[in-house]
């Protein structure tokens, strides 16, 4: 392999790690409202474009940096998220109806009425926020002059990136070391189980809604300055985010990170080696992958491995 | 201290219990046995607050629990190990008895009674970090008990605690729930194990096809002809 080989690797390899970082956030999100509510929430991406427009928002009128916009955007989401299970959800939920999984098709109405109010307020043009470090990158030569190979770190994505490590830390944080996130995560694993243990779980339900909706906002927000943003951007991240879900297993956090990570370093390798428009291809060719040889995703081989079965 | 009074229970449009009353007072072991679809559990589902009774009342100490949500159940001091042991096989053994204690004075106490579990099974201890459902069914059985007890209760249920176990465990199970009795928790327990259970119990009521058909103590009923011939194959 030449130099050059070896650079345009390695530069594929970081991007898809960063890229798959910022995946798993978004799928994080969506994977935790399955665990509880077993159901999809297919308004999934509309809720990161509601996230990305209150950044776009912020800059725009206020010249408030989209980092900062995480802080604004997130708890507004999580209390959209809690209104949209509370008043919508949960009733339908308690609704015998013909079609087993009516909720799923409710979040999907959601998706639609949020995608077209932003094309109502902010009509269907492509908008940026052109932050002034958005083109700043490290070089691997600035610092070891005589390395082999040349290297680049994108500033936006660096940060992007970094900001969703700590995100998804404070998640774990609060899952493993909190009486309510373990109370999240008895009511995913056994319902009846967590009601006899004194867990409201109606409340678990309202909750992990809202916190899946603050932690694809917050996706949103970091996402902004290294994308760009149309009203239906949406529907293409709540496939992402299926994708990933399915690949890591229904409902498992750990599942969640892996999954991104494999998503962000298969596009991205698609995209350096066969061709940018390919990486959707990329995308759903893992998914049947995953579908025929993985059933359980990622957690299930996780599992097999410490439950021996 | 528990009293049920003629409750009808169904299941969609299938009735299952039928007019069943019993009491549990302060101190007692009282044990519900039958056959397979007696209602055993049903019942015992019901007393927890999972199932609503369609007729009839369950008093707890006095309060009617016909308003009382299942998860403010325990508040009142009723815990439960549910049938099959219902951990949550993803979370430690330790995160499995801190479930047991989410809640006011129990929460308070949460490392004291933690202390008092592992005394009583020191294999727990050992192995407190260990995913539940790596646990073996006796092991398992253990943390059900233990997260039962982590709510402090002054009534504790059991539903088939001796479901899947070998025998010398069902012992083993057996000596615990005597043990917590007699520091002073009532215990309310369902069986098809019968005569291991009527060896422990104060009080018993024979459950057939949803209904209350005998009652009386361990003892007696261990010397019923019915009871023999039924149930203990003599």
């Not at chain 1, 999100?29 to 399955?34: A, E, K, P």
């Not at chain 1, 008895?186 to 009846?192: E, K, Y």
Request: one cysteine or more; proline letters at 3%; aromatic letters at 10%.
């Amino acid at each position: 392999m030449t130099a050059i080989q070896t650079e345009v690797l390695l530069q594929t390899l970081i991007s898809g790690v960063l890229l798959g970082g910022l995946y798993a956030l978004i799928a994080l999100g969506m994977t935790i409202i399955m665990g509880v509510m077993k159901i999809i929430n297919l308004a999934h991406g509309e809720l990161m474009m509601v996230g990305m427009y209150i950044a776009f928002v912020l800059f725009s009128w206020l010249h408030i940096d989209p980092y900062l916009s995480v802080f604004i955007a997130a708890p507004f989401l999580f209390l959209l998220g809690i209104g949209l299970q509370k008043y919508l959800i949960n009733p339908v939920m308690k609704v015998d109806s013909i079609l087993p999984e009516n909720q799923v098709i409710l979040t999907v109405g959601i998706g639609m009425v949020l995608a077209n109010l932003a094309t109502i307020i902010f009509q269907s043009d492509y908008r940026q926020t052109p932050v002034s470090y958005g083109t700043k990158a490290w070089y691997l030569r600035d610092y070891w002059k005589d390395s082999p190979v040349d290297i680049s770190l994108s500033m936006p994505w660096t940060v992007s990136f970094t900001m969703a490590l700590l995100i998804t830390a404070g998640l774990w944080f609060f899952l493993t070391k909190t009486d309510m996130g373990k109370s999240i995560r008895a009511t995913a694993q056994d319902l009846d189980a967590a009601l006899l243990m004194g867990v409201n779980v109606e409340r678990m339900r309202v909750v992990t809604f809202g916190l899946g909706s603050a932690l694809v906002g917050a996706a949103g927000c970091l996402f902004i300055p290294i994308y760009y943003i149309y009203p239906d951007i949406g529907g293409q991240f709540t496939l992402i985010s299926f994708v990933i879900t399915i690949l890591g297993g229904l409902g498992s956090t750990v599942g969640a990170i892996i999954g991104g990570l494999i998503l962000g370093l298969f596009e991205s390798l698609t995209a350096t080696y066969v061709g940018m428009g390919w990486a959707p291809v990329g995308r759903f060719v893992i998914f049947v992958a995953a579908l025929i040889f993985i059933p359980g995703g990622v957690a299930s081989l996780l599992r097999s491995r410490k439950f021996g079965k | 201290m528990l009293e049920i009074r003629n409750i009808d229970v169904y299941y969609g449009d299938v009735q299952v219990i039928w007019d069943i009353s019993f009491d549990v007072k302060q101190g007692e072991v009282v044990a519900l046995i039958g056959a397979n679809g007696a209602g055993k559990s049903t019942t015992l589902k019901t007393v927890s607050g999972l199932l609503k009774p369609k007729k009839g009342e369950i008093l707890f100490n006095g309060t009617s629990l016909h308003t009382v949500e299942a998860y403010h159940r325990i508040d009142l001091g009723m815990a439960f190990c549910p049938e099959a042991r219902r951990l949550f096989v993803d979370m430690t053994v330790e995160e499995n008895l801190d479930m047991g204690s989410l809640r006011g004075d129990a929460k308070q106490k949460r490392e004291q009674t933690k202390k008092m579990v592992f005394g009583l099974f020191p294999r727990l201890k050992e192995r407190r970090k260990q995913l539940a459902g790596t646990l073996s069914g006796g092991e398992q059985q253990m943390v059900a008990i233990g997260r039962g007890l982590m709510s402090l209760p002054k009534l504790l249920m059991f539903d088939e605690p001796s479901l899947g176990l070998a025998p010398i465990l069902v012992r083993e199970i057996f000596d615990v729930i005597r043990k917590i009795q007699k520091e002073g928790t009532t215990v309310l327990i369902v069986e098809q194990n019968v005569k291991q259970t009527l060896a422990i119990a104060d009080r018993a009521y024979v459950l057939e096809t949803g209904k209350v058909v005998m009652q009386g103590t361990g003892t007696q009923l261990l010397s019923d002809p019915h009871v023999k011939a039924a149930y203990l194959g003599l």
